[in-house]
């Protein structure tokens, strides 16, 4: 072999070479860029995971957790209060809104209070010894013991047999006791109506039951039919209704909140999510539900409003939001407090210091307020002590706010980055709170007055349509202004199915908040 082609050889196997060394080139290169790929997909899921450990963590403490949304420094104070100006302290003990008081870890037991069922009816029966044991005897003292008894609802067919006279060619018949037009070809009195509506919508007791019941109480009553008596009953109730609704929507200042309502799909043959609103007037005490085919498009709460001129609070839901622009200004909305508190509960386990620190404003907040309602302070006094103290809490809680907004420390994406942003674009709406010491901080009463509602679908589960969903408000409307007035439903109801209308009076006479039995 000569040298030419001993080079030729060398030169092709250098060839062979630099190929190999391209092709594990670019194998590197495309390893690389796997690598870089999955490492931006590992982060995506760390991220991924990380905010499902936090939705996690905030089911586990709605399901396991304490029911109650104070803080931990909230529910134990002792010694000096921060929450409160420095000035206050020397004021005088009627003037001043918080006092510097430390409680008695060691308080002595309070026995309670006995029961004496003062509104229950009684029956006074006298026991005597017997006539043997008389003889000779003379009375020394009355000694009275309390006992109570249940009498078990019992069903009553009364027959009522009108007698007929005749007189100048005339018949007089006695007229039947008046119930609604509806009512009378079923048969039914107002007192087992009333009964059947408020077993179902104030204690939730299912139809079902209710058949087991009334077949016990001597009634054997077929569960349909006391459908159809439900849905005629509530009917019957349309324009007291109306006349609560155009009340509440007098009011100057109303909670508001929305909460969801299963109902059937038939076509789809399952349950759907739909939605109910719900109106609470806390001055005058009237409720109002409202049920618009289950929708939760801010065409519904404006439609409710379209003629409403005062002061709404509400949480953070946009519907609320645009309501002050769809309005031309007539409508102020009051941000809800309890709401912004409830996103840094939520975010304690992601940053508690930075959590921790927005509760500790928001508590100093919370513990004027219990001592303004623990006082029963009136509106003017409420709103000068807010203004003297609350308003320097606030401001305090702005500055912070803005801080850390821009902090590049918070990620937004974060459960306490969500929480400071939700908390900085709801602030400017709770300043309204300071031009009247009616207004609240929160929107708790609107929230509690939604609360039957689901905890009746708990037991009835669903809505069977749109129609019965609609009488779900109606009869929802006069069982939330019943409570919130301490009437009694079933008499109320009794009443109220009883009266015959007349031309000159209208359902004023019947609102639950000027009741008089």
Request: contains cysteine; positive net charge; glycine residues 4%.
């Amino acid at each position: 072999m000569n040298f030419s082609s001993i080079y030729h050889n060398l030169m092709e196997q250098l060839r062979s070479k630099d190929a190999q060394i391209d092709g594990l080139k670019q194998l590197v290169s495309s390893l690389v860029e796997k690598v870089d790929s999955l490492e931006s997909e590992l982060a995506s899921y760390k991220s991924l995971v990380k905010e499902q450990l936090d939705t996690i963590g905030i089911l586990n403490k709605k399901i396991f957790g304490c029911k109650s949304e104070k803080t931990h420094t909230e529910s134990h104070e002792t010694g000096k209060m921060e929450s409160v100006p420095s000035s206050i302290r020397t004021m005088s003990v009627d003037d001043a809104p918080v006092k510097n008081i430390r409680k008695n870890t060691h308080s002595p037991y309070r026995r309670p209070e006995r029961r004496v069922y003062k509104e229950m009816e009684e029956r006074i029966e006298v026991l005597t010894p017997d006539a043997e044991e008389l003889k000779g005897a003379k009375f020394v003292r009355s000694e009275k013991t309390c006992r109570l008894y249940m009498i078990p609802a019992r069903i009553v067919k009364v027959i009522y047999d009108r007698r007929i006279y005749a007189k100048d060619g005339k018949l007089i018949v006695p007229r039947l006791p008046y119930v609604p037009e509806n009512f009378q070809k079923r048969h039914i009195e107002p007192s087992l109506m009333a009964g059947i509506l408020a077993n179902k919508f104030y204690y939730h007791i299912p139809i079902n039951r209710q058949v087991a019941m009334l077949k016990n109480a001597g009634a054997d009553i077929a569960r349909s039919t006391l459908y159809d008596w439900c849905g005629e009953g509530i009917d019957a109730l349309e324009g007291l209704y109306q006349t609560i609704r155009e009340e509440v929507l007098k009011a100057d200042y109303l909670n508001i909140d929305e909460t969801t309502v299963s109902m059937i799909d038939e076509d789809a043959h399952h349950t759907k999510k739909e939605y109910m609103w719900g109106l609470i007037d806390t001055k005058n005490r009237l409720a109002f539900f409202d049920y618009d085919q289950g929708s939760r498009s801010k065409s519904v709460i404006n439609n409710i409003l379209q003629d409403y001129m005062g002061v709404i609070q509400t949480d953070g839901y946009s519907a609320y939001k645009n309501i002050g622009e769809d309005n031309s200004g007539k409508i102020n909305r009051i941000s809800c407090l309890a709401h912004i508190r409830r996103k840094f509960i939520e975010s304690e386990s992601n940053d508690p210091e930075h959590s921790r620190e927005a509760l500790d404003f928001i508590g100093k907040i919370y513990r004027l307020e219990r001592f303004f309602r623990k006082k029963k302070f009136i509106p003017e006094k409420i709103r000068e002590y807010r203004i003297r103290f609350t308003v320097p809490i606030f401001r305090k809680f702005k500055r912070w706010l803005d801080r850390y907004i821009s902090n590049s420390q918070i990620p937004g994406e974060s459960l306490i980055g969500r929480a400071v942003a939700y908390a900085h674009k709801e602030f400017d709406s709770l300043k309204y709170i300071f031009d009247n010491g009616e207004y609240r901080i929160d929107n708790n009463a609107a929230e509690r007055l939604l609360r039957p509602t689901k905890l009746g679908l708990n037991n009835y589960l669903f809505f069977g349509n749109h129609k019965n969903a609609k009488r779900g408000a109606i009869i929802y409307t006069i069982v939330e202004s019943c409570k919130l007035n301490n009437v009694n439903l079933f008499e109320y109801l009794k009443v109220v199915f009883s009266k015959e209308p007349k031309a000159c009076e209208t359902y004023e006479m019947f609102l639950p908040n000027k009741w008089k039995v």
